[in-house]
């Protein structure tokens, strides 16, 4: 009987000797019935795109839902040629301008990838036409490639002056950059948008690479992906699969010319169809979760991931909309894609495009799995209200919930261990549980007489009730159920193998309680 009751005792201690896995599952979606509930918010997702593209006047437009890595759903609607009354169709061709900047960047960190450059070098190894650039400060440091993907080199937003800019030939840009450039801030100390800046990413892509970009981008990203509609040349699209761009004025379409592709491309000029973007946005997608499993490329996944975190900061803004609820905006730029949070979504990814003739949008939610594209050949299409509608749509069907984090096998069993101990305490478990930091941050004893507190109050008799909500592999909390009333129990593990408790809180809750995190604005 002794011995029976000395394993008992040091059963934990054994558990933590012979080691738990802290290698946690990937996030996971816990409804299968997600895609199903999507999918009833599309026809009011259409109504809404067909009154956006009459009430704005948008000639023709297209339009796609991706789920889970396919385009789930495609809308059509309008003119792609308003002369010869021809409709736009599922294959259309349409301008993307700006949005050209991700595949940009993509090359970039494909070639980091293999060892052909580093984001930390100064962009005058690769384009020595800026080695004479005059900096505005003494103690500027040199523009690298990182400061040229989110738009932190320092140049002055250039919109209207670099939407002009797309027929340059590569000796007309190689002379204006000798030329100089001018600075409206130091480098590495702002965001300003700068077309030119991705430019000059696009001459680096060309001269480490020794082809030309649109060469290497079709070859090494859009043939891979599947994306073979998508072009850098309007004249490689067939006729009868091109959008044609207007602008409104005095009532009237008036159509824009088809600008060519020359050395200032790599910011904006790619053209492609409903299809081929979505591919491009499941691409995007599919490089979350962190997880396991083949890296089918053609760029890691983990590189892929990188590009869309925040690397500058560009503001934010907290308000209360006209119904007094609160609307937070909060990001910066990545690499090629801009990066928010909001009151709904914790991370959602985008990029716009306008030229003269054209409109598009491409935003996605990592967590959630799903994003939406949109093209029209209106200029400078303005898809930002009907897309924030379109998402809100799908959020009340109830299957825009974000993937799960998944507990790590060690947090599950520091989970019943601490149960146990809050249940009935013990000076074995609770020191083979504690990490070296616990008792020193509040002493054993008062730990102790606290939880004892805490369970006399709710009625005693506790035991865990469901499973763990975790936050991540290594931190999560439960309910414990007890005779009256009812605990919540939090930790987090220390980083040390094996990983033991470096935090724990035991509180009071409601029974109607629940353990879901709170949401960002309240």
Not at 64 to 78: E, P, R, W
Request: aromatic share 6%; with cysteine; hydrophobic share 40%.
């Amino acid at each position: 009987m002794r011995h029976s009751l000395l394993l008992l005792l040091l059963a934990p201690t054994i558990a933590l000797a012979q080691g738990t896995s802290s290698h946690a599952p990937a996030p996971a979606f816990t409804d299968p019935q997600r895609l199903a509930k999507l999918s009833s918010a599309f026809p009011a997702i259409d109504r809404m795109m067909r009154e956006f593209a009459e009430r704005a006047k948008v000639p023709g437009i297209g339009y796609g839902i991706i789920v889970d890595g396919k385009v789930v759903h495609l809308g059509i609607s309008g003119l792609r040629d308003v002369k010869a009354n021809a409709p736009v169709e599922s294959t259309t061709v349409f301008r993307i301008a700006s949005m050209t900047k991700s595949f940009t960047a993509l090359a970039i960190l494909q070639l980091r990838d293999a060892g052909r450059l580093s984001l930390e070098d100064p962009a005058e190894k690769y384009v020595p036409e800026l080695r004479r650039l005059r900096y505005p400060t003494s103690d500027s440091p040199k523009i690298t490639i990182r400061h040229l993907l989110s738009h932190s080199e320092g140049f002055p937003e250039d919109n209207p002056w670099g939407d002009q800019q797309l027929s340059r030939t590569d000796a007309e840009m190689a002379a204006m950059m000798r030329q100089g450039i001018p600075f409206s801030t130091a480098p590495g100390t702002n965001y300003e948008y700068s077309n030119y800046g991705f430019a000059i990413l696009g001459r680096i892509v060309a001269n480490v690479s020794g082809m030309p970009y649109a060469r290497y981008v079709r070859q090494r990203i859009l043939l891979p992906l599947g994306m073979t509609v998508t072009t850098l040349e309007a004249s490689q699209v067939p006729a009868t699969r091109l959008a044609h761009g207007y602008r409104r004025q005095d009532d009237q379409w008036l159509e824009e010319a088809q600008l060519p592709d020359g050395s200032f491309g790599a910011m904006g000029g790619m053209l492609t169809s409903i299809a081929d973007l979505g591919k491009w946005v499941a691409f995007m997608l599919d490089a979350w979760p962190a997880r396991d499993g083949p890296d089918r490329g053609p760029v890691r996944r983990s590189s892929v991931r990188e590009m869309q975190q925040v690397t500058r900061y560009n503001g934010g803004t907290a308000i209360r909309d006209a119904n007094g609820m609160p609307q937070l905006n909060a990001g910066g730029y990545g690499y090629g894609l801009g990066i928010r949070q909001t009151c709904l979504f914790r991370v959602s990814v985008s990029h716009t495009g306008g030229l003269p003739g054209f409109g598009s949008l491409m935003r996605w939610l990592p967590d959630q799995g799903v994003g939406i594209v949109a093209l029209g050949n209106l200029t400078y299409t303005g898809w930002g209200g009907v897309a924030e509608q379109s998402l809100a749509e799908l959020a009340k069907t109830g299957g825009l919930e974000a993937r799960a984090p998944q507990p790590a096998p060690v947090l599950v069993l520091r989970r019943e261990q601490v149960s146990r101990l809050v249940a009935q305490w013990s000076e074995p478990l609770a020191d083979s549980l504690a990490a070296m930091n616990l008792y020193l941050d509040e002493p054993k004893s008062r730990r102790q007489a606290a939880i004892a507190g805490l369970v006399a109050t709710a009625g005693g008799n506790c035991r865990p009730e469901g499973g763990i909500v975790a936050e991540n592999a290594l931190r999560g909390r439960w309910r414990m159920r007890c005779g009256t009333g009812d605990l919540r129990v939090t930790i987090t593990l220390a980083p040390t193998e094996p990983a033991t408790v470096q935090f724990l809180d035991v509180v009071p809750m409601r029974r109607d309680e629940s353990l879901a995190p709170p949401a960002v604005c309240r």
